[in-house]
């Protein structure tokens, strides 16, 4: 265990031998920890509130699970439903999704479309995978799962050219292969595979939303901001006009405001 400097390391060696003590007895703390969180996520609100907000399963929330090879373009993914909307949520444990759709619910939110990337790093069996997915169901949630492919050939080039190590570490080649294995089981439970292979990050967006029936919103949206130019230039602007020449009610008394 690491300690930084300035830390009573006495103090950290007891607490770590009590911990074992403990666990050797059968009691875990932080396993006690996690699941009071869970309940108390799932629960009311804490002290003080008298009721609880519920949105009824037929509010119409829906749920999109993403996930697939690492480098497939999963945050791509994820992107393009944020920009429609969604509320995502990357590298959540699947086994929470219940319970984090329930306290939104419960906090009465109107939390109706969210998004969740799930890869291989979780560690979950196919069994934990479909036991959550039959859960959030049963909560009257739809929820759809996108699985994102890619030939061995392309994932060694995409790793190769952002330079990143496989989420499995070892060589990228052999990660791809374990992770791959690690997937089969997975991808067989999801309601589409797109394979993108030859689509480049914007492609993707697009076949994503394309799969699940979305559609960028129409038209084009125009800002229009006034500024002082003793504050600076807006970073954000695209264009600028300097109308400084021309009569205002301050500089001209008979401008009609």
Not at 29 to 45: C, F, K, T, V, Y
Not at 89 to 117: E, S
Request: charged share 25%; aromatic share 4%.
């Amino acid at each position: 265990m690491p300690v930084q400097p300035g830390r009573n390391l006495g103090s950290l060696i007891e607490v770590a031998a009590l911990n074992q003590r403990l666990k050797q007895q059968g009691i875990h703390s932080a396993r006690e920890l996690n699941d009071r969180l869970i309940q108390r996520m799932s629960g009311p609100l804490g002290p003080g509130v008298t009721s609880v907000r519920r949105r009824s399963s037929r509010a119409g929330m829906e749920c999109v699970v993403v996930t697939g090879l690492s480098g497939a373009g999963r945050t791509s993914a994820l992107r393009a439903l944020e920009d429609m909307g969604y509320f995502a949520v990357d590298n959540l444990p699947l086994p929470l999704l219940p319970d984090l759709m329930r306290m939104y619910r419960g906090w009465g939110q109107r939390l109706t479309k969210v998004a969740v990337g799930v890869d291989v790093r979780t560690g979950l069996p196919a069994r934990v995978y479909r036991r959550s997915l039959n859960a959030l169901r049963r909560e009257g949630i739809e929820t759809r799962v996108l699985f994102l492919d890619a030939d061995d050939t392309t994932l060694l080039r995409r790793y190769s050219e952002t330079r990143r190590r496989h989420p499995l570490s070892g060589s990228v080649a052999s990660g791809i292969r374990r992770e791959r294995a690690l997937l089969h089981d997975i991808q067989a439970l999801a309601d589409k595979t797109i394979d993108t292979s030859h689509l480049t990050p914007p492609e993707v967006k697009e076949v994503v939303l394309k799969t699940l029936g979305l559609r960028h919103p129409q038209g084009m949206a125009v800002v229009v901001q006034s500024f002082g130019y003793k504050h600076g230039v807006p970073l954000d602007a695209d264009l600028v006009w300097d109308v400084r020449f021309c009569p205002t009610p301050i500089t001209s008394p008979g401008c009609v405001r």
